[in-house]
């Protein structure tokens, strides 16, 4: 069974890099079509995707987010990072990793971390 | 606001029926683009429901159904009972601002 873990700093000081790790288990992020993603979750708010990445380097990033995002992938490790400059306090959400098949219209996440609570707080 | 709408609640007794809309337009739904569902109960992560329009992961009830027409797509859930009170998302491609969208949730309520 495939499973994904976040890991990384609760808290991160405005203007700084946020920095999230996702391990997989149960799979291998190099032998799979799959994109890896990430999906973030304000309290008391809904889902906003943020960028996916895939072994070979092709990467997808949130448009209002473009200018400050990161995904890379390590498959030696069998991870999955992002990173997010220049926080701001807007920037504090949940944040999940997550799994989804190529294409745009079939692109559905379906596997999810238990995600991480990120607070951008000085 | 999101690109996909999605009344704030919803609500109903055991055993009834209720449907969530996901409201869109003609550069997601309209396009073509698949609609998703997850359900996300209190505390816990997304998990997906429908995909594809209409069809159910394995282990999903089939008390749970899914449709898409036009610029609209549609959650049913039959038979409601206590364990569906969560929220329910509705999730498509939105081909202007090229990324995968969310619609703003709704809270379902199992009076």
């Known amino acids: 069974q495939l499973q994904l873990q976040e890991s990384g700093p609760g808290l991160v000081k405005p203007s700084e890099t946020l920095s999230l790790t996702c391990t997989v288990s149960?799979?291998?992020?190099?032998?799979?079509?799959?994109?890896w993603g990430w999906i973030r979750q304000p309290p008391g708010k809904g889902l906003e995707w943020v960028a996916s990445g895939h072994h070979s380097g092709s990467t997808y990033y949130n448009p209002s987010l473009k200018s400050r995002v990161t995904i890379s992938v390590d498959t030696s490790k069998n991870q999955f990072s992002l990173y997010l400059s220049s926080v701001t306090a807007a920037d504090t959400s949940m944040y999940y990793c997550t799994r989804h098949p190529p294409g745009r219209s079939g692109s559905r996440f379906d596997y999810w971390g238990r995600g991480t609570l990120v607070t951008v707080s000085s | 606001q999101s690109v996909l709408t999605q009344p704030p609640s919803v609500s109903g007794a055991p055993g009834q029926r209720v449907i969530i809309s996901c409201t869109g337009s003609?550069?997601?739904?309209?396009?073509?683009?698949?609609v998703h569902w997850y359900q996300q109960l209190p505390g816990t992560a997304p998990k997906l429901l429908i995909y594809g329009d209409r069809n159910r992961p394995s282990g999903v009830p089939d008390r749970f159904s899914g449709s898409r027409s036009g610029t609209s797509a549609s959650l049913a859930i039959r038979g409601l009972q206590a364990e569906d009170e969560a929220d329910y998302y509705c999730?498509?491609?939105?081909?202007?601002?090229?990324?995968?969208?969310f619609g703003g949730g709704t809270r379902l309520t199992v009076l």
């Open positions: 999730q498509s491609y939105d081909s202007s601002l090229s990324g995968w969208v």
């Open positions: 149960g799979g291998s992020i190099s032998s799979s079509n799959y994109y």
């Open positions: 003609s550069s997601n739904f309209g396009a073509g683009y698949d």
